[in-house]
């Protein structure tokens, strides 16, 4: 099958995402739709979504860059500007009235009153190197209200390791997903800040595919890979043009205002019934994937991306003011395989590794087993084509015992099957019940 691209990004898009890739070259576009995500999820403000096991969350949304040196990882800036165009007003009151206080406090000698740190100190958007306790610090004040940063390169999240014993990062990355977290620090000096925080941190990173593939590389089976989005940009033709930009002008921002209004007007719990019936057709679509593929990573790696997913059809909803249309559930599914099929592409073999599966070349598990045997197969097929993809052929009873359970199949003789779905010929034999 040559090399593996990823899946096309629909035609039509819901017109938020239509409007923040106006200005983007079509190479660059799959990245930007993905990228926009944890800035427009930050100016959501205790709105909360209900997924299908009944628990609530946030929009935590992170998005991982990883594409190659000069692909043009700079695409997604300019967009992600200007979504946080009004939180960065408000940040930089906020950041000049703690400034005056600063210098107040330092002028003063030791034991002149001093006045307190200021109220209302909601800065959301932070350096991307700042230290453990000042991002505790900043959470504290944040007021519930989701931290931003965008770094550039994705070793930068180390300034947030922590003293001791290191990977607190990893940690972050962990906990900032998932709903109701606590996190924080106990320090003896009086100066030093002791919290017990919830983190609520959306960030955008960007990385090139080697240094991505090595960051992650001791943390694979741990969590952070299935908590974070993936995209990416396809390599270029050697000396193609170079693309060129739309202009980012007052009408860009004139239009995209009402959608950043939505977000930020919206209080409390928000009941989207679109996107929670979709959030379980997708969680249905992505099973049959993994029996068919007989994918373990596929499954587990799915379960999280399918939440991440749900999150943006939730995102969208409540910035498109609310209202629901068929562009949504369709870019949806699409992010959702374009996201899985990032993390099979870049993870997947050393996931697999890791979990002492077959360390494979060939990245395991993401072909349709069924769609590469014949109409009408046998046993010994079913165990070759299991070996072709890098598999045991021990869990051939298995796949075969689910797939006649599920309808993918039926058996016409002991060792001989039938399929009922995936059929190159397209017609489905009913099999005959007097000799079932």
């Not at 739309?246 to 004139?254: C, I, K, L, M, Q």
């Not at 995936?422 to 079932?436: C, E, F, L, T």
């Amino acid at each position: 099958s040559g090399k593996s691209v990823p899946p096309p990004m629909p035609r039509k898009l819901p017109p938020l995402i239509r409007l923040l890739v106006s200005r983007t070259p079509e190479i660059y576009r799959p990245a930007v739709a993905h990228a926009v995500f944890p800035s427009l999820a930050a100016h959501l403000w205790k709105v909360r979504f209900r997924y299908i096991d009944n628990v609530e969350h946030e929009a935590t949304l992170m998005n991982v860059l990883m594409a190659g040196t000069g692909a043009g990882k700079d695409c997604i800036s300019e967009p992600i500007n200007r979504i946080m165009a009004d939180i960065r007003l408000r940040d930089e009151e906020n950041l000049r009235r703690e400034r005056e206080w600063k210098k107040e406090v330092n002028s003063k000698g030791a034991n002149k009153d001093k006045r307190q740190r200021p109220e209302g100190l909601v800065i959301q958007e932070i350096d991307a190197d700042m230290t453990n306790p000042a991002f505790v610090m900043r959470t504290a004040e944040a007021e519930g209200h989701f931290l931003y940063t965008k770094l550039n390169e994705i070793d930068q999240f180390d300034a947030l390791r922590g003293s001791g014993r290191g990977g607190q990062q990893f940690q972050i990355m962990c906990l900032a997903f998932d709903p109701g977290n606590r996190y924080g620090q106990t320090r003896v000096g009086t100066q030093s800040v002791t919290e017990k925080v919830t983190i609520r941190f959306n960030w955008n990173a960007a990385t090139t595919i080697q240094k991505g593939k090595r960051y992650f590389s001791r943390v694979l089976t741990d969590g952070p890979v299935s908590r974070i989005n993936f995209c990416t940009i396809p390599e270029r033709e050697i000396g193609a043009d170079m693309p060129v930009y739309g202009t980012y002008d007052a009408s860009f921002d004139e239009q995209l205002r009402p959608f950043i209004e939505n977000l930020t007007k919206a209080h409390g719990r928000v009941d989207c019934p679109q996107a929670y019936r979709l959030a379980a057709k997708l969680r249905e679509e992505n099973a049959e994937f993994a029996r068919l593929s007989q994918s373990r990573v596929y499954e587990n790696l799915s379960f999280r991306a399918n939440v991440i997913a749900w999150l943006k059809a939730c995102v969208l909803f409540v910035a498109s003011g609310y209202r629901w249309d068929k562009t949504i559930e369709d870019f949806v599914r699409w992010s959702l395989q374009y996201d899985m099929w990032c993390k099979m592409e870049f993870f997947g073999a050393a996931i697999e590794e890791a979990q002492g599966g077959g360390a494979d070349a060939r990245t395991p598990g993401r072909r349709n087993l069924l769609e590469l045997l014949p109409d009408e197969f046998s046993l010994a097929d079913a165990i070759r084509v299991r070996q072709s993809e890098g598999m045991d052929a021990e869990g051939v009873h298995g796949m075969l015992r689910q797939w006649v359970h599920r309808r993918y199949v039926t058996i016409v003789t002991n060792d001989n099957y039938s399929k009922l779905k995936y059929r190159k010929d397209g017609k489905v034999v009913k099999p005959d019940k007097s000799n079932a």
